[in-house]
């Protein structure tokens, strides 16, 4: 489908999904997220450790000079929303002398997620195209790094060590270029088009180019309805959730306020009793945290109000910005939303209405006044 035929949501969308933004290298994306934000926020500015922030303010002409402020638990009534810049990627463990290159993860990510095929490595001077490939299949056991991942084999599950990047180049010309170990090494931007089934959408990475675009969309709703927050508000979008939440964590502690929400894809299984079908995920806990009742309470209240059957969680194998930053002490409390996703960390598949019913429950959530009496019955008229 043409770029001119998506609505504006899923044309932004695959604007970011073309873009890449490995963990520490998130320029690109954060720029394109910068042009969207700016007209939409009262200010906003680059952080120390890479986060793009948006403020809106409650109180503007009451509000001092915000970005002076390092609060966080100490101090300040505002809310953190964040959604996270990067995506799992590859980085360069070692070139060969014929100008291969071997490859480590960059976040939770193996071969088998994202398969084998062209790939774009940032170097410093030059961007190149290369192929993750395992090798050939038609190969005996002679050949057993290929031989021990084939099925009635060794049936060993594809891993690092398997495969290598084939780059077409010397030693030589990849150090011109600027590749070298830590170079990071992205899913090529042939292998990142959205694809339409039915109602729904498909493509790697939504995680969490989905929920960056439903945030900005929450910023749009709250500026198009002009309507204040009832206290201080930083859209943040982070860098390096995939390797660490460090971005998140860093911007909890440093801005003011005590709530940091967290805006991600979640599983969808039986496991979990989620489904790609229902409505929004909210998390009451993962693999690092119990996130705060109260707030989990109320993002299902809006949810259900808005009649979007909001499903209620408790992860595993997960984490967020918020529970990094509540398991690291820097926010007291913290709350989950996530787009409910088939197969994270893969080829990502979520309902193409799940991203504007997120921004709406988050321009709920931050101009309603928080009051916990409001939560009490979340789980009225929910499916799951």
Not at 90 to 114: A, C, S, W
Not at 177 to 187: D, E, F, K, S, Y
Not at 283 to 299: F, N
Not at 326 to 355: M, Q, Y
């Amino acid at each position: 489908m043409a770029l001119h035929d998506l609505d504006s949501t899923e044309r932004l969308l695959q604007e970011l999904l073309w873009t890449y933004g490995p963990g520490g290298q998130e320029d690109a994306v954060r720029a394109v997220v910068a042009r969207e934000l700016q007209p939409l926020v009262d200010d906003m500015w680059i952080d120390e450790a890479g986060n793009l922030i948006g403020y809106v303010a409650a109180h503007p002409s009451e509000s001092p000079d915000h970005r002076q402020r390092t609060s966080s638990i100490a101090g300040g009534s505002a809310t953190r929303i964040m959604a996270h810049l990067d995506e799992l990627a590859m980085m360069v463990k070692r070139i060969e002398t014929d100008g291969t290159l071997h490859m480590t993860q960059l976040g939770t990510m193996y071969p088998g997620n994202f398969g084998l095929g062209p790939v774009t490595i940032l170097g410093d001077a030059q961007t190149l195209t290369g192929v993750l490939t395992l090798g050939s299949e038609h190969t005996t056991k002679e050949s057993s790094r290929i031989w021990e991942t084939k099925p009635d084999r060794g049936d060993r599950a594809l891993d690092w060590h398997h495969v290598y990047v084939f780059t077409g180049r010397s030693p030589d010309d990849l150090a011109a270029a600027g590749v070298h170990p830590g170079t990071r090494v992205c899913v090529d931007r042939s292998k990142r088009d959205l694809v339409h089934f039915g109602d729904y959408i498909g493509c790697y990475f939504l995680d969490d180019r989905a929920a960056v675009t439903a945030l900005l969309g929450s910023a749009r709703l709250l500026h198009d309805r002009g309507n204040r927050p009832p206290e201080d508000v930083y859209l943040v979008f982070t860098t390096n959730e995939e390797i660490g939440g460090v971005g998140g964590t860093y911007a909890s502690a440093t801005l003011p306020g005590t709530l940091t929400v967290a805006l991600e894809v979640g599983p969808t299984e039986r496991e979990y009793g989620t489904t790609v079908a229902g409505g929004p995920i909210v998390g009451y806990g993962d693999q690092l945290c119990v996130y705060d009742k109260d707030v989990a309470d109320r993002l299902m209240t809006i949810a259900r109000e808005r009649g979007l059957s909001p499903q209620a969680a408790t992860l595993g194998a997960f984490e967020s910005d918020a529970s990094h930053s509540k398991a690291s002490g820097v926010t007291p409390r913290a709350g989950l939303l996530c787009l409910p996703t088939l197969s994270t960390h893969g080829f990502e598949v979520i309902r193409r209405a799940a991203i504007d019913e997120m921004a709406e429950i988050v321009a709920d959530f931050l101009t309603q006044e928080s009051d916990a009496s409001s939560a009490s019955s979340p789980y009225s008229n929910t499916a799951s």
